[in-house]
């Protein structure tokens, strides 16, 4: 399966970097005891520091912004999905468990301050292609509504868009029956490749503790625009 970065991202947002973790005959359940702590202390944090601090000061965030108005989206109206996170956390409305996967995903895109997806490729038809949405690019996303996604960065199979920074869609939605699984880091521009690589490294031995199986890791970038993935059945 291949993976890339159409040329139109990279004309609009030369730094434009993304993240993949390949995960491999991995086991989804509920999450275990140490997770769900970690993930509700991170909460409870976060909301002592966003009651001293604007969620628009966090420099996730705030590059985020800045990536949606270089593509011409609103980023007060289409929020990332990092600062929709920060947004309910500084109302003490805190994710509740759901399953290890989307609650480790959760975790990380919280500790690194940018949108992450976890997608179960089972799932995906044909090549994965990453671009920016237009006036038809649309999917039924997991806050159970018709979403548009004109001017916002998509992650597509031959079916349609699956995947945002803004919402993710069901149709590909990791469940305790995954085992092989996809997770597409929107990484900040201004990360270098070196950093974005040991993050998804660290990223990736977390997860693989917890769920078992393998994870391969690759960056996409300007001078690594596409990548192959096996997809195991």
Known sequence: MKVSLNQNILNHLPTFKMGINHYTKITVSESPQMLKGRLQLFQEQLFFELDEKAVTDFAGVQEWREVWKLLGANPSRYRSSIEALMRRIAKQNYLQ??????????????????????????????????????????????????NHLTNIIVSSDHQGAFGSPYVDSKRTAVTENTTTAIQLFFLRPSMSTEEASKLLEAAG?????????????NVLHENQAAVMLNKPF
């Open 97 to 146: 468990p759901f399953n290890s996967a989307v609650d480790m995903n959760n975790f990380f895109s919280l500790q690194y301050e940018i949108p992450i997806g976890i997608y179960d490729l089972s799932f995906i038809e044909g090549e994965i292609v990453i671009d920016i949405g237009n006036e038809e690019t649309v999917h039924e996303g997991l806050n159970g509504r018709q």
């Open 205 to 217: 031995k977390m997860f693989t503790t917890i769920h078992g199986g393998n994870v391969h890791s």
